[in-house]
DNA sequence: AGTTGAATAT
DNA sequence: CATATTCAAC
């Protein structure tokens, strides 16, 4: 194929890594893929940046350094040969919780909006999950940035995070479900947030569990009333309530874990990187 | 030292 | 799947 040319959706290089096995099927398949790729005409010379430079000005984004045809061809043999050697070295698929990259879809419209909503409100942990397809992958599942050194098994995945918008996803899909169809996997699986293990969800649900209990249970006893300022019999919390997960991570979120009720008011300035990638430890 | 959220073991 | 225990972070 011309290497002059690059195309918007992905290298071509992912496909390559099959050996042995099934070889008609994967020609079949590779016969497919080809079929879809964009013509010639769809494509854009690499001798040409991507962002056009005032925009790449205006949006302070640094130029793509120009490129030579040789530089080019050079870059696009590189990538041949590195695939070549590597061939087999990908596609440890670390957990079992990933195969197809599209899952169940969101379990209603007014789900994706509340989501939507809040990603937009909190951009700085929205990555992950916000429509729980994109990049929800890069920011929840071992890190690939700093590329698997190691590769394949040996990879802990980095203890996840339950954010105020992966709880408020997991709060709904569990008030979505009854609770007596609330179970780990098919709450995982109603979330669609991959990367979300069964165990992660087991482990919330037992906490939330607790604290739904600890809610109903917690007598609306006289001392409670000497505090509250709410005089009414209050069994009437059927409605799951909104907790407020707090975060232990290595940016301090302003607000507080589990027990205390507070709804979470905070301004949506401030929105840093750091999400959770205290990664290792 | 005490809690907590999340992971892991039963 | 539920529950108990362990563990690291605050």
């Known amino acids: 194929m011309d290497d002059q040319y690059r195309s918007g959706s992905g290298d071509a290089g992912a496909d390559v890594n099959h050996l042995d096995e099934e070889d008609d099927v994967d020609d079949q398949r590779v016969s497919e893929w080809e079929a879809g790729l964009p013509n010639i005409h769809d494509l854009t010379p690499l001798s040409q940046p991507l962002i ?18 040789l530089d080019v061809t050079r870059a696009s043999d590189n990538t041949i040969s590195t695939l070549r050697c590597s061939n ?8 079992k919780a990933r195969p197809p990259h599209a899952q169940l879809l969101a379990i209603d419209s007014t789900t994706m909006m509340l989501i939507d909503d809040d990603a937009a409100a909190d951009p700085r942990k929205s990555r992950r999950l916000d429509s729980a397809a994109e990049e929800a992958d890069s920011a929840l599942r071992t890190d690939n940035s700093a590329d698997d ?6 990879l802990k995945r980095p203890r996840l995070v339950w954010t105020p918008q992966l709880h408020k996803r997991f709060v709904e899909v569990v008030s979505h479900l009854g609770l007596n169809n609330a179970v780990p996997k098919t709450i995982m699986q109603m979330m669609n947030v991959d990367g979300l293990t069964r165990e992660n969800v087991a482990s919330h649900l037992q906490k939330y569990r607790l604290y739904l209990k600890r809610q109903s249970g917690e007598g609306p006893a ?3 009333q000497l505090f509250s300022s709410d005089p009414y ?9 909104v907790m407020p997960m707090g975060i232990h ?3 301090p979120p302003p607000y507080h874990p589990f027990d205390s009720h507070q709804h979470f008011s905070m301004m949506q300035h401030q929105q840093q990187q750091r999400d959770w990638p205290s990664a290792n430890n």
């Open 222 to 224: 006289l001392s409670d």
């Open 52 to 69: 056009p430079h005032d925009l790449a000005t205006a949006f302070s984004i640094s130029p793509e350094p120009y490129r030579t045809l």
């Open 233 to 241: 019999p209050h069994h009437l919390r059927q409605q799951p309530p």
């Open 249 to 251: 991570s290595a940016n």
């Open 88 to 95: 087999n070295s990908f596609a440890p698929s670390n957990n």
């Open 149 to 154: 050194q190691t590769s394949a098994r040996a």
